[in-house]
């Protein structure tokens, strides 16, 4: 109440100082105003008085004087005039003039003798003089006054100033209801608001994450706070499955339970990662800069391990705003809401990009590695390109890692087979794994690659190498044996040259089971498929989804072709079921991926127009980045998600969406060609290379009865439940801390 009290006196103090000034100057302005006023009308009335008196002065015609200030005493508030002769005496004065007025020769000869303007009080009067020379003959001059009443002009101000002190009246009772009125508002009320949804959820009865509190000004607190409640209440889950686990003799692996083994582990030390993509993009929207997650399961994947061990993330930046915000060694904690860990950004030029990025790594060694029928395309240049950005990249981790023991190093993926190498030719005692997130071929197609022992001869320098299945391990155990003198393992599955051995082994990479609970409470509102379709512009009563990269080896053409062979099977579902594909676009730059998406494009104008109809489309394609918690949306209103790719790593897609699947209802029709396929067993299994099985894939996916369905998405979020990504980080993170490093600089 006090600091309500200061605060309406601080503002009527300001409002009545301001008021009064502003008052003040308009009085002087109105004061200044009507004067001048008073002397335009008393100047003209002397310019006729002049025209006028000429004669009468000249003819001593006194009576003719008199009859002409008679007639120009009518004028408004004039109280009349006199004329004057040289020596002072009274020549003639209008009849409405008090005698007594007229009669002050003293002071109106004193006015005259100044030439200038007076005024003097007379009874209750105020009275201004206004001099006026009357020239006749040749050189003779008389005197003129005009007499007018001015006491209007102090009444005229009177209003000016009550109407000024009723409004400020006014003014302060109306400050003092809205002040209070808003003080109620905006800050009593949600304060108290604030303290009960804090003291239920301290006591555990506030299941909700966002505070409530109303407008802007608690808008950091609200964020603050919302973050703290996540923080609780994770905490308050991970304390409860820790105390269930506890109980049920199980062991699942959770943030909490990674950070702790880390920091035994590695005692204390940071981790390493080493990625192309970044986790965080700042970009400029007009004169604001924004952080966004690009799409990809790498970032998906590796995000909640450095949140959860923490360390430094050393990857490319790639946004147009990233170096705005970085420190002078560019780097920046990340994330943004809740910075957790280092994000080192590495600028490269358009050159390099080209060369290393979109040249040699994505036309030439990812379509060697996915068998999708798209020759590879392998230039020098490119390939001298990619040597330098690893040379770059590797200068970077080094500069990173100075002066810590035994770092530990995680390099992601086909951007970096060199790297490994270098790291080690300078630093012996790191600790390097290899995770190679795409499949390996077969050794007669990795054949196909020029440089397929240097590639080969950098990944052997990493201490550790994981795949997504032991299939691909087969491979590069068998491209080694093709390419290299080396002895392999079979055994241990192990590679020694040098003296330095390489452990290979497959780790199946898989999501954080929780994170689409929270990306869905982050949601104004519960995902809702009416609503969705609302927003889409359409109506329908099946919907299937599929959630890609647009990429020519995620099997998108084969799959809007089922979806056209569904449709006319079963021309039942014409009108009722839609196909939502969200694509994100990805490497425009190279020439492939243009043509490929020309051809999808055509491919879902073509189906569209074959099947259309009012309010309803067959596909709706949405070509556009999405965030996680968007994507969640859809995840969750789908009767079938549709994971078709030609050749994949794992396809963590599949395992979102079965995570995102909290009413067990959904089912996945998933590629056999996608590593995911290992791990989900319970999905319906199809060949993307046939249109016919996808089409009874999607038919079964949606009159599969709820029992076994129910069933099936049990045993498949049972799966990711326990071996979710904090498992395989830290299977690959004991994997890597537990090698004997002496054996690998053969002491």
């Given at each position: 109440m006090k600091i309500t009290l200061r605060l309406i006196l601080s503002l009527i103090v300001v409002v009545v100082a301001v008021a009064l000034l502003s008052a003040w100057y308009q009085v002087r302005q109105e004061k200044i105003k009507l004067y001048d006023e008073v002397k335009a009308q008393s100047a003209l009335v002397a310019e006729t008085l002049k025209e006028g008196a000429r004669h009468s002065l000249e003819a001593a015609d006194l009576p003719g004087l008199q009859k002409l200030a008679d007639r120009l005493q009518?004028?408004?508030?004039?109280?009349?005039?006199?004329?004057?002769?040289?020596?002072?005496?009274?020549?003639?004065?209008?009849?409405?003039?008090?005698?007594?007025?007229?009669?002050?020769?003293?002071?109106?000869?004193?006015?005259?003798?100044?030439?200038?303007?007076?005024?003097?009080?007379?009874?209750?009067?105020?009275?201004?003089?206004?001099?006026?020379?009357?020239?006749?003959?040749?050189?003779?001059?008389?005197?003129?006054?005009?007499?007018?009443?001015?006491?209007?002009?102090?009444?005229?101000?009177?209003?000016?100033?009550?109407?000024?002190?009723?409004?400020?009246?006014?003014?302060?009772?109306?400050?003092?209801?809205?002040?209070?009125l808003i003080v109620r508002w905006s800050l009593v009320d949600p304060i108290a608001q604030m303290a009960d949804w804090m003291k239920k959820l301290r006591i555990g009865e506030e299941h909700g994450q966002t505070p409530p509190l109303r407008g802007d000004i608690f808008a950091p607190i609200a964020k603050e706070a919302t973050t703290l409640a996540k923080n609780l209440q994770a905490a308050r889950n991970a304390a409860q499955k820790e105390a269930r686990l506890r109980q049920e003799g199980e062991s699942l692996w959770t943030p909490e339970r990674l950070k702790e083994l880390i920091k035994i582990k590695m005692e204390g030390r940071p981790l390493f990662v080493v990625s192309n993509r970044e986790p965080y993009m700042h970009l400029r929207e007009g004169k604001e800069i924004k952080a966004i997650v690009p799409a990809g399961g790498l970032v998906t994947a590796l995000d909640p391990i450095l949140r959860a061990a923490g360390g430094t993330w050393i990857a490319h930046g790639s946004g147009d705003a990233d170096f705005e915000v970085t420190d002078e060694h560019n780097r920046i904690k990340v994330p943004p809401e809740e910075p957790a860990y280092t994000l080192r950004r590495i600028a490269l030029t358009k050159e390099e990009e080209d060369g290393y990025y979109y040249g040699f790594s994505n036309e030439g060694i990812w379509p060697l590695c996915h068998i999708a029928h798209i020759r590879p395309i392998f230039r020098k240049e490119d390939w001298e390109r990619y040597y330098a950005v690893n040379k770059k990249f590797c200068d970077t981790v080094l500069e990173e890692i100075e002066g810590v023991k035994e770092p530990a190093i995680l390099i992601q993926d086909y951007h970096f087979t060199l790297l490994p190498a270098m790291i080690k030719a300078t630093r012996p005692d790191a600790r390097v794994a290899v995770f190679w997130h795409i499949p390996w071929p077969n050794p007669e197609t990795f054949g196909i690659c020029p440089w397929q022992k240097e590639l080969v001869m950098g990944l052997l320098g990493a201490d550790l190498i994981g795949f997504q299945t032991q299939f691909y391990c087969n491979?590069?155990?068998?491209?080694?044996?093709?390419?290299?003198?080396?002895?392999?393992?079979?055994?241990?599955?192990?590679?020694?040259?040098?003296?330095?051995?390489?452990?290979?082994?497959?780790?199946?990479?898989?999501?954080?089971?929780?994170?689409?609970?929270?990306?869905?409470?982050?949601?104004?509102?519960?995902?809702?498929?009416?609503?969705?379709?609302?927003?889409?512009?359409?109506?329908?009563?099946?919907?299937?989804?599929?959630?890609?990269?647009?990429?020519?080896?995620?099997?998108?053409?084969?799959?809007?072709?089922?979806?056209?062979?569904?449709?006319?099977?079963?021309?039942?579902?014409?009108?009722?079921?839609?196909?939502?594909?969200i694509g994100a676009p990805s490497r425009t730059h190279i020439p492939q991926y243009h043509r490929f998406l020309a051809e999808l494009h055509a491919e879902v104008d073509r189906i569209n127009w074959r099947f259309k109809a009012k309010d309803w489309k067959a596909i709706v394609f949405l070509e556009k980045h999405h965030a996680h918690k968007e994507i969640t949306k859809y995840y969750k209103i789908a009767d079938t998600c549709l994971v078709t790719s030609l050749h994949d790593g794992m396809n963590l897609v599949a395992k979102e969406f079965v995570a995102a699947s909290d009413d067990h209802r959904g089912v996945l029709v998933l590629s056999r060609f996608a590593g995911a396929s290992r791990d989900l067993k319970d999905a319906l299994i199809v060949n993307p290379y046939d249109i016919e099985q996808m089409a009874d894939a999607i038919y079964y996916s949606l009159v599969m009865p709820k029992a076994e369905v129910e069933e099936r998405m049990t045993r498949m979020r049972q799966e990711i439940h326990e071996n979710n990504i904090y498992k395989w980080a830290a299977n690959l993170t004991e994997e890597l801390m537990k090698l004997r490093m002496d054996s690998f600089t053969g002491v």
């Open positions: 009518n004028q408004r508030h004039l109280e009349g005039l006199a004329v004057y002769a040289e020596d002072g005496s009274l020549l003639a004065a209008s009849s409405a003039i008090a005698p007594e007025l007229a009669g002050r020769e003293k002071q109106i000869a004193a006015l005259l003798a100044a030439g200038r303007e007076g005024e003097f009080l007379f009874a209750s009067r105020r009275i201004f003089l206004y001099p006026a020379e009357l020239p006749f003959g040749s050189s003779q001059k008389a005197r003129a006054v005009l007499l007018t009443n001015v006491s209007h002009i102090d009444y005229e101000l009177f209003r000016i100033w009550k109407r000024t002190l009723l409004r400020l009246l006014a003014q302060m009772i109306l400050i003092s209801l809205v002040t209070l491979n590069f155990l068998d491209t080694v044996d093709r390419t290299i003198e080396s002895r392999i393992d079979w055994e241990h599955f192990s590679v020694q040259k040098e003296g330095h051995i390489t452990l290979v082994k497959p780790f199946p990479i898989s999501v954080d089971f929780t994170q689409p609970d929270r990306e869905a409470r982050q949601l104004p509102e519960k995902p809702d498929q009416a609503s969705v379709l609302k927003d889409l512009g359409i109506k329908a009563e099946k919907i299937a989804v599929g959630v890609d990269r647009i990429d020519y080896t995620k099997g998108m053409l084969e799959r809007v072709k089922a979806v056209e062979r569904f449709l006319e099977k079963y021309p039942d579902y014409v009108k009722k079921f839609t196909f939502i594909q």
